[in-house]
């Protein structure tokens, strides 16, 4: 089955900017969503991109899609301390479920 | 929007009784919702997919027998932990998916925890 990989821990300064790298092994996979997670909270949607494009951008996220590597990237502009929190990269894995990897804790310090 | 709540947020229980969260999508319908199962520091593991008016579909590993799930409606799916055990205990969260790009919509969670 689908198999998705992540870092799980990254600091960094209020201001700068945050990338939060995902793998992934199902080259048919249709759809990549990020998934932000605050402590105690259930998931919130924060984007998502077709495996037919390389690049979204919304607002201070960025997205980079890499097919050819099954690599998955979200940067974080101006991060700030409300950006702390788990960030889960999410891969449509067929049948409209997803598989989720294990999720990387942003901690933005001041 | 896409709002999606989950009743109760947080719920104690004895070993042995049964435990029933609900799933709402609130401004749509949804025809699949999804329960996952998340433990501490670990991502979710999805545990069943519901789709209205049809038998759930449990991942490989999960017992439909002690999980029950229910999809009567277009805005309503439930969880139910039958006889639970203190193993049980966990962090359960629903998402109902929207749209034709599976984008899915996740409920706030509901911890569990059987003494």
């Known amino acids: 089955g689908e198999d998705v990989e992540q870092s799980l821990f990254l600091s960094v300064r209020e201001g700068d900017s945050s990338v939060i790298n995902c793998t992934y092994t199902?080259?048919?996979?249709?759809?990549l969503y990020w998934y932000k997670q605050e402590p105690g909270a259930g998931l919130q949607l924060l984007t998502y991109i077709f495996s037919n494009m390389d690049m979204k951008q919304d607002q201070r996220l960025t997205v980079l899609l890499n097919k050819k590597d099954k690599h998955l990237s979200l940067r974080i502009a101006d991060t700030q301390t409300g950006d702390s929190a788990i960030y889960f990269c999410?891969?449509?894995?067929?049948?409209?479920?997803?598989?989720f990897g294990k999720g990387t804790m942003l901690l933005v310090s001041p | 929007g896409a709002v999606v709540s989950q009743h109760p947020s947080w719920v104690i229980c004895k070993s042995g009784t049964s435990v029933k969260i609900e799933c709402r999508s609130l401004?749509?319908?949804?025809?699949?919702m999804f329960w996952y199962r998340q433990f501490p520091k670990q991502s979710l593991m999805l545990m069943a997919t519901?789709?209205?008016?049809?038998?759930?579909?449990?991942e490989q590993g999960v017992e439909k027998d002690k999980f029950l799930i229910n999809h009567a409606s277009l805005t309503l799916s439930t969880l139910t932990v039958t006889s639970a055990h203190p193993e049980d205990s966990s962090f359960y969260i629903c998402?109902?998916?929207?749209?034709?790009?599976?984008?899915?919509?996740f409920g706030p969670g509901t911890r569990l925890t059987v003494l």
């Open positions: 999410a891969v449509d894995s067929g049948y409209s479920t997803l598989t």
């Open positions: 401004d749509f319908q949804a025809t699949t």
């Open positions: 199902d080259s048919s996979s249709t759809y």
């Open positions: 998402s109902a998916r929207k749209g034709r790009y599976n984008e899915q919509f």
């Open positions: 519901s789709n209205e008016g049809s038998k759930a579909t449990y």
